[in-house]
């Protein structure tokens, strides 16, 4: 059901935890499902130098998280902020429609933190 890149990443999950001190810090959650994500990073010199995440949810909603965090770790803040969701989800290997919710969290998230800088 789940393609092997959401199973890897929900299994050994990238950049796990919080930044301490971050520049950004939010946590969102999918009142539908109850899936909550938190994203705190560092930025420097206009740069995402670390990225960390916090889930709690579904198995898809963990592996974006993780992923999500590996597309955008030392990207600038501009090119942070043009990362669609159309490429988190081929970089997951797609999503069964009714997963699609993670995506949408993971990049409300990123979205956040970045209003933030």
């Not at 539908?32 to 960390?52: P, S």
């Not at 993780?66 to 990362?83: I, P, Q, Y």
Request: some cysteine; glycine content about 8%; charged content about 25%.
């Amino acid at each position: 059901m789940y393609s092997p890149q959401v199973l890897d990443h929900f299994e050994h999950p990238r950049n796990a935890g919080a930044v301490a001190k971050p520049d950004a810090s939010v946590q969102i959650e999918n009142p539908a499902c109850g899936d909550i994500l938190e994203l705190t990073m560092k930025v420097t010199g206009g740069r995402v130098t670390e990225i960390r995440f916090r889930a709690k949810g579904c198995v898809p909603a963990m592996a974006c998280g993780s992923l999500l965090t590996e597309l955008v770790r030392g990207r600038t803040v501009d090119e942070a902020r043009r990362l669609r969701r159309d490429e988190l989800v081929q970089a997951i290997g797609g999503l069964p429609e009714a997963s699609t919710h993670a995506s949408h969290l993971a990049m409300d998230a990123l979205a956040a933190a970045l209003k933030q800088l």
